[in-house]
């Protein structure tokens, strides 16, 4: 899959991405591979911030039965400005050359970014599963568009968000006391098996293992960077 280069070109995939209903895949009881992205940017002072041409920095790390069993990172300049629901034309290829470059392939990815929370029901998590041809599940701060109460405060208590009445994901609290996570379902998973996929990857941190790894590998390479400047 090439990766839209504009925005009337990603609309239209962001379109045709939402109609596809690929077979779920089904989350074995076995140990997965499960592989977590993300990207972090220069930072908020930054006068380039939110801009074509921003800095940026990326991992993916792989984990497996608790192990890290794979990485990769890339630093590079994005070429698109973000904008919301647009989030592929910044980040998407960048992410799909990270997965494909982890010396394992994985069973499930991780993506800091939404499912079918998004204006045209396709978010850069499900986009991203579209061009990897692998499941994915979207884990993020706070919700696009959707809404829904919190749940209790209770680590595995969960309650649904909506986008014009329809489920497109949910809160759970991956640590008793601490904020909730929303967990979108995304490329060939449901709501169940992509909160069960976050639960399985958690270790003592509130967000899963996989992500947390990569988001801290991405920052260093940032940190040791802005050293340099």
């Known amino acids: 899959m090439d990766w839209p280069q504009d ?9 045709a991405l939402a109609a596809e209903r690929p077979p779920l895949w089904t989350l074995p009881a076995s140990p997965i591979a499960i592989c977590g992205c993300f990207v972090c940017f220069e930072r908020g002072d930054s006068p380039r911030a939110g801009l074509a041409g921003e800095r940026c920095w990326a991992a993916a790390a792989v984990i ?5 069993v794979g990485t990769s ?12 629901g647009l989030l592929a034309l910044r980040e998407g290829a960048l992410l799909e050359s990270l997965v494909r470059a982890v010396p394992i392939v994985p069973d499930v990815v991780l993506v800091d970014a939404t499912g079918r929370d998004h204006p ?5 998590a499900l986009h991203l599963g579209a061009a990897l041809d692998l499941p994915t599940v979207g884990v993020t701060q ?3 568009l959707a809404k829904g109460e919190p749940p209790s405060e209770q680590k595995g208590s969960r309650s649904p968000f909506f986008l014009d009445g329809e489920i497109v994901g949910c809160w759970v609290r ?12 995304a490329w060939r998973t449901d709501l169940e098996t992509a909160v069960a996929v976050v639960l399985r990857s958690l270790g003592r941190a509130r967000t899963p ?15 040791a960077a802005m050293k340099d400047v």
């Open 120 to 124: 045209r029901r396709a978010g850069l």
């Open 7 to 15: 925005t009337s070109e990603l609309e239209a995939s962001q379109r």
């Open 73 to 84: 990172t890339s630093s590079t300049d994005v070429a698109a400005p973000y904008v919301s």
């Open 174 to 185: 991956t640590k008793t006391g601490a904020r909730p996570l929303a967990i979108h379902p």
């Open 64 to 68: 497996q039965d608790g192990k890290l």
């Open 142 to 144: 706070r919700t696009l």
């Open 209 to 223: 293992e996989p992500l947390r790894k990569a988001r801290e590998i991405a920052r260093t390479m940032r940190a």
